[in-house]
């Protein structure tokens, strides 16, 4: 079945680090590849996303790739600030038909 | 403003008894969906609707209902058969017909006291 997979936190930085979160996944066909982003004691906010293979989402400094031959949908940011201490969720959709599957979250912390 | 409406935003519960935690929405988005999130866990989904007058369980619906008797509206019930209901609760939305991902609530904290 579909599945994510992503790096356990917590994830720890410097202000100004360069901040990598992988996610790797499995699905049949193309689904569509979402990052969220959680503030405490928040919802989820749609933070990016990219709908087919070779496609970058990008919003506020955070970019992935959508690589089909890795199956992977990695999350950067050049520069990490205080503010962007969250908990992040990898997700994907097989189709628009179908429930969005969420990886289990990575909480990130960012030191000033 | 189009979005989701949770209330409310902390819910206190006595043993024993049924407390429904409401999600109202605006967007005119046709499925409704409601996660459990732990402390330091992921999302489970309890239960999920994608018209009205009709919902599916989730992983974990043991416990809870739901009803959609209108497109705005898909309250959940906590049961007093669900043994351990103290988590945070969000509500999502999504358009049929196309992948743009759900759109959250701000979620209701319940605790059991």
């Known amino acids: 079945g579909n599945s994510v997979t992503q790096m356990e936190g917590p994830v720890t930085l410097s202000e100004e680090a360069f901040l990598t979160i992988n996610c790797t996944y499995t699905a049949t066909g193309y689904p569509s590849l979402f990052w969220y982003v959680q503030y405490p004691g928040e919802g989820l906010q749609l933070l990016l996303k990219?709908?087919?293979?070779?496609d970058k989402g990008s919003n506020k400094g955070f970019e992935a790739t959508y690589r089909k031959e890795t199956t992977s949908f990695h999350l950067e940011k050049g520069s990490v600030q205080v503010s962007d201490s969250a908990v992040y969720f990898c997700?994907?959709?097989?189709?628009?038909?179908?429930?969005?599957?969420f990886g289990s979250g990575t909480r990130l912390s960012i030191r000033p | 403003d189009g979005g989701i409406t949770q209330s409310p935003k902390y819910l206190f519960r006595k043993e024993g008894q049924n407390v429904t935690l409401s999600c109202e929405q605006n967007l005119n988005h046709d499925a409704m969906y409601w996660y459990r999130q732990d402390p330091g866990q992921g999302l489970r989904l309890i239960y999920y609707s994608q018209i009205v007058n009709d919902f599916q369980k989730g992983d974990i619906a043991e416990g809870y209902s739901v009803s959609r008797e209108k497109k705005e509206s898909f309250p959940l019930t906590v049961t007093s058969a669900q043994k351990n209901p103290t988590a945070f609760y969000l509500c999502?939305?999504?358009?049929?017909?196309?992948?743009?991902?759900?759109?959250f609530g701000s979620g209701t904290r319940l605790t059991v006291v």
């Open positions: 997700a994907l959709s097989a189709s628009s038909a179908s429930k969005i599957i």
């Open positions: 999502a939305t999504a358009r049929t017909g196309d992948n743009y991902g759900y759109t």
């Open positions: 990219a709908t087919k293979a070779d």
